[in-house]
C-alpha cells in the first residue's frame, strides 16, 4: 500500500480524453500547477488529452494552470462561480465565440454539490440562488415555508489537488486557504491525484490533524517546491514558457 | 452639487452596527473596506468564503503569503484564533445562518428586499461567485451602495429589473444619503444627511420612503 | 469575545423545560458525562429542564450521563440509531411501556441530518433505508435510475458536546474516536455548549488543526479531567451516586 | 451431524477473498473476526463508522484508552498512517462509494441480494445502528452467517420474511457450508464443503443454488 507515483507524467497518464476533471485552487491558492502543465506538455507531446470538463471555482488566471490548458484548446467546458477574468481574455473570446461551454454555478452551491458526490447524496436543496436565472428549470419545493431549489451531485473522473504533506497512504493535510475545494474534490472524483509539497512515510502525520484520510486519493507525487499561481501571475509567467 | 457620502464614510457608518462578537461576512470590492472601521473596543470576527475565520488585515507590502488571500484574493494575515476550513464547511457557515452579518454591494434593491448585484445582463461572461450563497443564512443582510447609479439613476428601487441574486433577502441599505431599512415589503427610512430634504431625497430614490418615528441624522466623521 | 463559562452549573443554566438537546458521543466515547451530570443536579434541585428531546447515537449506557437524565425521568424522547441496550433497561422498559417516545434513524443519516441542519440544507436524498421500514411515510424519488429516499435536516436548540482543547473563540480540537457527532452537533444547535479538558488562550490551537471553527460554539467550560463514560461504566458508577 | 464451518473458518474464507490495499469496513459482532485471518503479504485498510480510518488490532488487556474504540466499542489500537474524522465524514466514506467491501452477519438473504439482519420483527426495542448505511455504497457487500438458523430454518430464502436492512444490496455469500453469489437476481453457488451433497445442500437453502461453472471445494485450514 503506496500510492506515491515517481513522477508528474506518470500521474497523469491515465487521464483520457473527454474525461471530466476537478482541480483544486481558489483564485491563486491551491493551484496544483504542476499537475496541470503536466498535462499541457502530455497534451504537446501526443494530443491528448483533449476535450476535457473542468470543475473549478474560476476559469483560470493568467497564463499558467488552468487559464493555459484553456489556451491549449483543451477544455471543452468549465464548471465554476466566477469564471469572469480581465487576464487572460481566452476563456471570455471563446466562450462569446461559442467554443466553450459554462456551467455557472454559485460558488456554496457549488461546494456542497462537489461534497454530495462524495457523500452519495444525489441531490440536496439550498435556499441559494431560489427565484434567480441560475435556479431556471430547477425542481423547487417548499420546508417549513421556505422556498429552496434542488441541486444534483457533481461527480469527476479525475481531481488533481495540492496538499502540504502526504503519506504513503494518501492522507494529506494542506497550506492555509489553499485548502479550498480540495478535500471535497478528493471525496467526489474516482481518481484523485495530489501533488504535495512533502510525502512522508505513514505516521508521519499525526492522526488528528488529517484533513483528506486517504481513502479518499488514489495517488500521491512530491512536488517540493510548488508554484504558487499568483506568485507566477504577478510575475506574468506563460506556461508553455514564451521565447522571446 | 448634492452633499454625499463617500464610499469610506458609507462603510464607517455600516461598521458602527456591527456588535461586539459578531461574525461578519463583507463582500469583495468596496464592501470590504468596512473592516477598517470597526468601533474601538469591538471585536468582529471575519469570515471569508475562501475557508478562513477570524483572519487579520492586510500584510505589509512584501510580506504578502498568497495562500494566505480573502474571497477578493487579497493578502490578509494569521491573528490568534485563526481558523481554516474546506469550501463546503465555509459555506455551511454561510447557508445555516451562522454568520450575523453579510454587507454586499448592489446594482438595485427593491422595496421588498430583493437584490441584484451579479449581473448587468446577458452581455459578457456571468459570474456569480458567492453572492447568491451570501444573501441566505446571515442573521442581517445588509447593503453598501451609491444610492444612484453613475448616471443618475435610483438604485432603491420598487422592483429590480436585472437579474437577480436572492429574493426578499436585504434588511438594510446604508447608501451615501442615507439609512433604509426594508420591512413588511417597503422601504423605511432611518436615517438621512440633515443637509438633503426628504422631497430631494424621494426624488432620487425609485420606491416610495415610509416613516416610521422620527428620522435620524446621518453623521459621520470625515475620513 | 470570552466565551468561557466559569462552571458547568451557569453553563447549563438556560436550558429550559421541552428543550431538544443534541448530546454528543458515540458508545462510551466523547459523552460530556459533566455537563449531563450538571443537568441532572439542576434537575434535582429545581425540577428543571424536563420533557427534553435528547438526540444522541444511542439511549444511554449504564448509570450515567444520557442513561442516568433517562432514569431520572427528564426525557421525553429519544432520537437515535442504536438505543438497545442489556445495561440500563429503563429506556427499554420505558419505551416498552409507553412512556418514552423513539425516532430510530441509521446511523449515516442521523450524522447527515444533522450536519443537514448546521448547513442549510432542509432535505436530501439517500439511497439508506430505501425499501426499508424506516423509509415508511418519507418521499422516494429516482436519480440517474436508482430509488433514494428523502430525509430532513435536524436541528436542536441546544449542544452538549465534549473537546480536547477549546480556545477563547470555542475553536475545538477533539480527542480520537470521541470526535464523532461533535463536530457536526456544534453546527446544528441554536447554542452549543462545550467542555474542553483544555481551555486555552486564541493562539492556543494552531489555524490548521482547528476542527470545530468557534462560529459554531456559544461557550466552553474547563472540565480539566473528565470522566470517561466507559471508564465510570465498568466501574458500575451511579449519577447520582447510590449510597450505601 | 453435517459438518459445517466454525465461525472462525467462515470469516477466514471471507477474509480470503479480501485483496491488498482494500478499505474494509466489518460490521459489529462475528464480521470483526475477519480481521484476524488477513492473509500474509497483503493489507487491508479498516474502516469504522465512529471515524477511524486504519487502525489496529485490539490493545493489550488493561492497556485500552477508551477513545480509540470500533463501532462495535470494542478497544482498538493506533497505526501509522491511522486518520481521525467525525461521522459526517465516515458515512460519507460509507455512502459515497469508497469502500470496497463491507462485510456484515444476516438473519436473511434473498436470491435478489435483499438483506434483513436488523431486527426480528416488532418485539423490544428497535435499533439499527449503520447497517442500513453500510449495505449502500461499498463496492461489494458480503454476509457471513451459518447456513441455517438455530432452530434449522434457511437463511438463504426466496424473500425475506423479516424487515428488510436493504434492497438489492447483497453481492456474495460466506456460510458454513457453502459460498454463494447474488447474481441477476439468483443464488449462484460458487464453492460448498466437499463433504455436503449438493442435494442436501438444496435442502437446507430455502432457494433455488444456480450452477454457473464448476463449483470449487471450500476448503479452510483448521482453526
Known amino acids: 500500500m503506496d500510492k506515491r507515483i515517481p513522477n508528474l507524467a506518470t500521474a497523469v497518464a491515465g487521464i483520457p480524453d473527454g474525461a471530466t476533471v476537478m482541480i483544486g485552487g481558489f483564485g491563486g491558492s491551491g493551484a496544483p500547477i504542476e499537475l496541470i502543465h503536466a498535462l499541457i506538455d502530455r497534451y504537446l507531446a501526443t494530443g491528448s488529452p483533449k476535450g476535457l470538463t473542468i470543475i473549478n471555482n474560476n476559469a483560470g488566471n493568467g497564463h499558467v494552470g488552468i487559464a493555459a490548458l484553456i489556451e491549449q484548446g483543451m477544455v471543452r467546458k468549465m464548471v465554476c462561480s466566477f469564471p469572469r477574468s480581465a487576464d487572460p481574455r481566452v476563456f471570455t473570446e471563446k466562450y462569446l465565440a461559442g467554443e466553450i461551454e459554462l456551467e455557472l454555478v454559485p460558488q456554496g452551491t457549488l461546494a456542497e454539490r462537489i461534497r454530495a458526490g462524495g457523500a452519495g447524496i444525489p441531490a440536496f436543496y439550498t435556499p441559494t440562488s431560489y427565484g434567480t436565472d441560475l435556479a431556471r428549470g430547477k425542481p423547487v419545493a417548499e420546508f417549513d415555508g421556505r422556498p429552496y431549489v434542488q441541486e444534483r451531485w457533481l461527480k469527476a473522473d479525475f481531481a488533481l489537488i495540492k496538499a502540504e504533506t502526504g503519506d504513503h497512504y494518501g492522507n494529506l493535510t494542506y497550506r492555509m486557504a489553499a485548502r479550498n475545494f480540495s478535500p471535497l474534490m478528493a471525496m467526489a472524483a474516482a481518481r484523485t491525484i495530489a501533488q504535495v ?3 512522508v512515510a505513514p505516521g508521519g502525520i499525526d492522526p488528528e490533524h488529517v484533513v483528506t484520510p486517504g481513502i479518499f486519493v488514489s495517488s500521491i507525487v512530491e512536488v517540493a517546491n510548488p508554484a504558487q499561481e499568483e506568485v507566477l501571475n504577478r510575475a506574468d509567467a506563460h506556461y508553455p514558457k514564451v521565447t522571446a | 452639487m448634492t452633499p454625499k457620502l463617500t464610499n469610506a464614510q458609507i462603510a464607517w457608518r455600516a461598521a458602527q452596527d456591527i456588535a461586539d462578537g459578531a461574525y461578519v461576512n463583507l463582500g469583495i470590492g468596496f464592501p470590504e473596506m468596512v473592516a477598517r472601521f470597526q468601533p474601538p473596543g469591538r471585536q468582529a470576527i471575519f469570515h471569508t468564503e ?43 457557515m454561510v447557508r445555516g445562518g451562522h454568520l450575523d452579518v453579510a454587507i454586499l454591494g448592489a446594482y438595485q434593491v427593491a422595496q421588498n428586499g430583493d437584490l441584484a448585484n451579479w449581473s448587468t445582463g446577458p452581455k459578457g461572461v456571468p459570474a456569480v461567485g458567492g453572492a447568491m450563497d451570501l444573501v441566505h443564512g446571515a442573521k442581517r443582510v445588509a447593503v453598501i451602495t451609491d444610492h444612484v447609479t453613475k448616471d443618475g439613476k435610483p438604485k432603491l428601487v420598487q422592483s429590480c429589473t436585472l437579474p437577480l441574486t436572492g429574493v426578499g433577502c436585504v434588511t438594510r441599505v446604508y447608501t451615501s444619503l442615507a439609512v433604509v431599512d426594508v420591512q413588511d415589503g417597503r422601504f423605511v427610512l432611518r436615517e438621512k444627511l440633515p443637509a ?14 415610509h416613516l416610521d418615528g422620527a428620522v435620524g441624522d446621518l453623521v459621520v466623521p470625515e475620513l
Chains 1, 3 share one sequence.
Open chain 1, 197 to 199: 509539497t512533502q510525502a
Open chain 2, 50 to 92: 475562501n475557508g478562513i475565520l477570524g483572519f487579520g488585515g492586510a500584510p505589509e507590502p512584501g510580506a504578502e503569503d498568497w495562500d494566505l488571500i480573502n474571497a477578493g484574493k487579497k493578502a490578509v494575515t494569521l491573528k490568534p484564533g485563526t481558523a481554516f476550513f474546506h469550501h463546503a464547511d465555509s459555506f455551511a
Open chain 2, 196 to 209: 438633503i430634504s426628504l422631497d430631494d431625497l424621494q426624488a432620487v430614490t425609485g420606491a416610495r420612503l
